[in-house]
């Protein structure tokens, strides 16, 4: 099938949002052809991607594999925490935002035992309070974490929570939704035994369904001990395993294909090392430039990830988010309302098919609407 990608419309304006994202024109065109979910040739493309996922998440891709979820990402992290976790088990949380936070309620609907750490909004998760808890709470069997609080922007320090983890021989969950595919990280290098991602973030495919790259042996512990019929994360991996690339109940072939596509994409700009410098170029030449215009950010340059940047309203009366959103999206850019409770933020992601030149445009596009300095 051919297709003219000039062909296809332009989008109205550049989404600087942390996903759904801007997405290339052949991810989009991707998506024109329909699939059969039981024919090999789809199944083929599910077992590809499950593989590259595999290889991308870990240095020992043979003691890992992958999970396709449907649903947004929120559905893959609930299908992890209520798929895991055994009945007498009990799970700690570390929270600084809303994803962490999240976490922790799907334990508390399901039933399940846990303890969460709260550092606050502003501060990384508290490696030094999980390992005084892990030390006097034997019962504590498994750790969840994000990895960048999309809240914020905030980088976790996840390497040392796996450390202090897996020194109590814990099992570890890490969120990395928002940072997978755009900031290198080795699962086996880490030993992280559950990573979760999807579609709509970093790999810069449309939404639809989420993945988990699992440690086999930690996964070979979870069948039949699902707290949910559709998210039982050992049943839809066996379908696939056994199935070679099925899905129970029916997959988002469109999302699937265009995923496919987005990965290939990721391949050809040099894969996750590449994506990463180019996102951090984009944050900084973002932050760089806002900062000449008088705005700050809301975390110290060392707790930043290169994924979303969270900015503090200007000190001025005037200033309204409505109005700069609404001038911005004029300007072709559709910005972000901050999430948190301490400060008054909006935030400006620059993951997606976003580039130097757009970081430019918008900086001068920017220059042009700031309408609390001229009163
Ligand atoms: C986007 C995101 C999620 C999932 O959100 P959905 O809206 O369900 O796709 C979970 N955790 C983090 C850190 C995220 O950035």
Redesign the pocket.
Known sequence: MKININQLPDNPYLLLT??PLSTSKKVKAAMLRDWCTWDQDYNQLVQSIRSRLVTMASSKPEDYTTVLMQG???FS?ESVIGSVIPRNGKLLVLTNGA?GKRIAEMAEILGIYSIVLDSGETKPVNTKQLEEVLKVDSSITHVAV?H???TTGMMNPVADVTRIAKAYGKTVIV?A??SFGGIPIDMAALDIDYLIS?AN?CIQGVPGFGFIIARKEALATCKGIARSLSLDLYDQWETMELGNGKWRYTSPTHTVRAFDQALQELEEEGGIASRYERFKTNQQTLVAGMERMGLKTLLPVELQSPIITSFLYPDSPVFSFDEFYSRMKQEGFVIYPGKITAASTFRIGNIGDVHLADMERLLAGMEKQLFWKTN
């Open positions: 942390p996903g947004s990402g929120t992290v994803y994000v960048v609080e999309t969120d939704m928002s999807s973030k």
